[in-house]
């Protein structure tokens, strides 16, 4: 059956350190892959794409791999800060699918000072 | 440059009646999707309308619910007859329609149903 995993349970992590956020999936073959982030009471907000043929992008403090073979996006934010805290989604466009998104459960990121 | 609008921010209703989600797309956007977020659960895609068409319903359940994207005027999602599963979070997103696949989707607050 078709699936798409991030980590279940909640990551608490220290000021300063680096968030890694695991995404992965089964049974499809993505286009592209996309990370937003959500807080509460609120509409998802876009961050970062990545296409199935790059390995790497990256924007300010945010980098996301692209691992079609592992069917794996990993997701890090460095020197995290407390207001990075929020759940973290990753979703999936296909070919021929139009802008169809296909979502994960997220992942909540908690950063304490 | 406002965001996209969804209204009303939250809705409640009792079971078996009608409710009406209205979403304004960001201004220039012309395609519209629907998601539902139910408790403890990811956004799952709901439909996927341009103006005057629906493209891929394919995450509708098959009765009670419509959307629509008139020429002029929001995207309209109904939900016929409500039950109490029907209670959750509807988020619209739009785009602008001209890098296919590839297009960002710009997300609104979202409309909080609560079916009693």
């Known amino acids: 059956s078709q699936k798409i995993e991030q980590n279940s349970e909640a990551l608490n992590i220290q000021e300063g350190k680096t968030a890694t956020l695991t995404c992965n999936y089964t049974?499809?073959?993505?286009?592209?892959l996309q990370w937003y982030r959500q807080d509460p009471g609120r509409g998802p907000v876009f961050l970062l794409l990545?296409?199935?043929?790059?390995k790497e992008k990256r924007k300010e403090r945010l980098k996301v791999t692209f691992d079609t073979t592992l069917k794996q996006s990993l997701f890090h934010i460095t020197a995290s800060q407390p207001a990075d805290s929020a759940t973290y989604l990753c979703?999936?466009?296909?070919?021929?699918?139009?802008?169809?998104?296909?979502f994960g459960q997220g992942t909540e990121l908690s950063v304490k000072p | 440059n406002a965001g996209v609008m969804q209204n009303p921010r939250h809705l409640v209703r009792r079971r078996g009646q009608e409710a009406r989600l209205r979403c304004s797309p960001m201004?220039?956007?012309?395609?519209v999707y629907w998601y539902r977020q139910l408790p403890e659960e990811g956004l799952k895609f709901m439909v996927y309308?341009?103006?005057?068409?629906?493209?891929?319903e394919s995450g509708m359940p098959k009765e009670r619910f419509s959307a629509e994207f008139p020429k002029e005027g929001p995207s309209i999602l109904r939900i016929q007859q409500v039950v109490r599963g029907d209670s959750a979070a509807y988020f619209c997103?739009?785009?602008?329609?001209?890098?296919?696949?590839?297009?960002?989707?710009?997300f609104g607050p979202g409309t909080r149903l609560t079916v009693l």
């Open positions: 997103a739009s785009s602008p329609g001209t890098s296919g696949t590839t297009d960002t989707q710009y």
């Open positions: 049974n499809y073959s993505p286009a592209y």
């Open positions: 990545i296409r199935e043929n790059e």
């Open positions: 979703a999936l466009s296909l070919y021929n699918q139009g802008g169809k998104l296909i």
């Open positions: 201004k220039g956007h012309s395609h």
């Open positions: 309308l341009q103006k005057e068409n629906i493209i891929d």
